[in-house]
């Protein structure tokens, strides 16, 4: 049973945390008592999402990350075991789409999002899983969708990265799981942000919407309780799934 208290004395990272999803993940972890690093870019955003934490009380660190870059993951995860201990649970938020039809991606924006999507939940979760080990436990929560099993167009690089993304939680769980490591992914279907919200009130979004089969958006805390219960002890035999949260979206 899930409590406030289901993570306390638990240590989070969480990738891209300035916005989205990985906001609503770090404040819900928060939340539940663990201490969180909220791991990004963008630090002004980061240190005012501290600074809200840190008024209810949570204890909140900020670290500058470039998944992109392998040198600043490895160097922001040993800020927070200098500043706490090694981490209990890493949640692999951060992602980006282009929308774009196939015969038109270029190199660029091909390497961009699959390294984002892909190459850079690889060497999070490298950098986090080898500190793991040395403790003999942890919980790596992937963030995929949906759309790494039931792809649509114009969306090619970035259905490839999620289904790249759902592999590599799968050998990922295998080879860790003798440390006592869990590795799952959440799969969110269509879920309102304020970046998408506009895309959504147009024909084509509310087609979308109406292809859902409780006809409606996901919201951000829609996914609250599978990743409170990946993150959690609750789900200590639970490793290489892939959890889908999509309105029966994936089953229509």
Do not use: H
């Amino acid at each position: 049973m899930l409590s406030t208290n289901s993570l306390k004395d638990k240590i989070a990272i969480i990738t891209g945390a300035s916005q989205g999803l990985g906001k609503q993940f770090a404040t819900l972890v928060a939340a539940n008592g663990a201490k969180v690093a909220l791991a990004a870019r963008q630090v002004p955003k980061l240190e005012e999402l501290k600074n809200k934490l840190e008024e209810c009380g949570s204890e909140v660190m900020v670290v500058e990350m470039d998944v992109l870059d392998q040198e600043s993951i490895t160097q922001g995860v040993a800020e927070v075991e200098s500043k706490w201990a090694i981490p209990d649970i890493l949640v692999n938020n951060a992602g980006l789409a282009i929308n774009k039809p196939f015969l038109d991606v270029e190199e660029s924006e091909y390497d961009r999002v699959l390294d984002t999507n892909l190459k850079g939940c690889f060497f999070c979760a490298q950098a986090v899983a080898r500190r793991m080990v040395e403790k003999k436990s942890g919980s790596i929560i992937n963030i995929s969708s949906v759309l790494g099993t039931r792809p649509i167009g114009t969306l090619t690089t970035y259905c490839a990265s999620k289904g790249g993304l759902n592999q590599l939680t799968a050998t990922m769980a295998l080879e860790l799981a003798r440390y006592n490591i869990r590795v799952n992914a959440i799969a969110p279907g269509y879920i309102e942000t304020p970046m998408n919200s506009d895309f959504f009130k147009s024909p084509p979004g509310e087609a979308l919407i109406n292809s859902v089969p409780q006809r409606r958006l996901g919201q951000v805390q829609d996914l609250d309780g599978v990743l409170l219960l990946l993150a959690s002890d609750a789900s200590n035999f639970v490793t290489g799934t892939v959890m889908t949260v999509d309105g029966g979206f994936s089953i229509r």
